[in-house]
């Protein structure tokens, strides 16, 4: 029996306060709660590959808002 892990995309949609901060595409190997979530990479904005992480990162989400990706 082989154990298949779920990855959740999201793009972030946070409106900041500074123009030029973008916003990126991640992906998160569990389902982002209301203050965190753990990144195992990203796309970053305006490109197409997949930048993956070496160890998962902790997200500190509160003040960010993102929408799942289908």
């Known amino acids: 029996m082989t154990s298949k892990s779920t990855n959740y995309i999201y793009v972030e949609t946070t409106v900041w306060q500074e123009p030029t901060q973008a916003n990126h595409v991640y992906v998160f190997s569990e ?3 209301t203050r ?3 990144a195992i990479g990203y ?3 305006g490109t197409k590959e997949l930048f993956r992480f ?12 993102f929408a799942a990706l289908t």
């Open 54 to 65: 070496k160890k998962p990162m902790t997200l500190d989400l509160k003040g960010r808002t």
């Open 43 to 45: 796309v970053r904005a």
């Open 36 to 38: 965190t979530a753990k």
């Open 31 to 33: 389902k982002p709660n």
